[in-house]
């Protein structure tokens, strides 16, 4: 498979069983070596992980025996040769993060969120990657007056502060969403991401993350929220998917449900030479339906519609999209990239 120097990666939870907030699990849970052979053998380069992903049950883990983990999962990882993009503090399911993390009204949960995220530090060291996804799951509200909005958005950047501070070789990501789980999330876009980093104390180390069902669901369009960021070079990793609306987070297959939104994303990737500096990563879920034994072909779903999509930009004529441009003749415009994505 002619890959164009694109590297790609998606995570664990990408292959689920099924479960939904009506309906128990589907599927059997699948083991994490076979997801790793899953992500080998569907032509994937990296893996994605959240904290206890590399180290299960990070919580009653001792410190040492967590780092031994973490090596080991480094290991494993060199001997597939793949290796990690990122490390994500799971901040969303502990007792102590109900009320969100670091923006939690009680001083214990701040500072385990806080201690939780170092640890995920810790562990993208051993992995040798030091990138650090912040998908602040619960760091909203379901009803506005139960935080204070200013108050929450400072709590923010000293927690950001606080894991630059920790590891200096650290970069953060930040993974905007503007709801689910919390109605009200404080970080709903890539404005919001950016302009965070910006007021931490060492911007030149915090970027973001667009994914696009995220974008879709603050109204947005997601190769807009990528060419915002690519813009400051701030672009530091994507999750590929798709969404039907304003509905809940579906994390359809990408291109399964907008071919020429996701023809939009692949342009302004491949337009920024996005393959020499990031990490194509897919965030799709199988639907519910699916056999067990048949559930990673959304994943492979998105990898060949990005290779695809990848192909039709590249053979758009180039010099008379910039006549048309010049023309303003944009219906013709609109044409050309319509027949195009009809084949
Ligand atoms: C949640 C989501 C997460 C992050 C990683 O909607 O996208 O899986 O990508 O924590
Ligand atoms: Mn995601």
């Not at 104390?201 to 109204?219: F, K, T």
């Not at 996005?274 to 034994?293: C, H, N, S, Y």
Request: with cysteine; charged share 25%; proline share 5%.
């Amino acid at each position: 498979m002619e890959k164009n120097g694109y590297r790609f990666s998606f995570g664990p939870w990408n292959i689920h069983e099924g479960a939904d907030p009506f309906g128990p699990p589907v599927r059997p849970s699948v083991a994490f070596a076979d997801k790793l052979t899953a992500l080998k053998d569907l032509g994937f380069d990296a893996m994605q992980f959240h904290d206890d992903d590399a180290v299960p049950d990070l919580d009653s883990v001792s410190h040492g025996e967590m780092l031994r983990q973490a090596r080991a999962m480094r290991q494993l990882l060199a001997d597939n040769g793949l290796f990690a993009e990122f490390v994500a503090p799971r901040l969303w399911e502990h007792p102590m993060t109900i009320d969100g993390g670091y923006t939690s009204n009680n001083p214990a949960a701040r500072a385990y969120a806080i201690e939780r995220s170092k640890k995920a530090a810790d562990i993208g060291r051993e992995l040798g990657c030091n990138l650090m996804v912040l998908w602040l799951a619960r760091e909203g509200t379901y009803i506005r007056e139960a935080k204070d909005a200013v108050l929450a958005t400072h709590r923010l950047l000293e927690a950001v502060n606080a894991l630059l501070d920790y590891d200096p070789a650290l970069r953060i990501v930040i993974e905007p969403k503007p709801n689910e789980p919390m109605d009200l999330a404080y970080i709903p876009t890539i404005g919001h991401a950016l302009a965070l980093g910006m007021q931490s104390s060492d911007p030149v180390r915090v970027g973001a993350l667009v994914e696009s069902a995220h974008a879709i669901l603050a109204g947005l369009d997601p190769s807009d929220e990528m060419s915002f960021a690519l813009a400051f070079d701030k672009l530091w990793s994507v999750h590929l998917n798709d969404q039907n609306g304003l509905k809940f987070d579906q994390d359809k297959a990408f291109g399964s449900v907008d071919l020429r939104r996701a023809f939009n994303q692949v342009r302004v990737l491949d337009e920024n030479r996005f393959w020499e500096t990031g990490v194509i990563g897919l965030d799709v879920k199988a639907m519910r339906t699916q056999p067990a034994e048949l559930a990673t072909k959304h994943l492979r779903n998105s990898l060949h519609a990005f290779l695809r999509l990848l192909d039709v930009v590249r053979s758009l004529d180039r010099a008379q999209v910039d006549e048309l441009i010049a023309a303003r003749d944009y219906e013709e415009l609109d044409w050309l990239v319509v027949s195009s994505l009809l084949g």
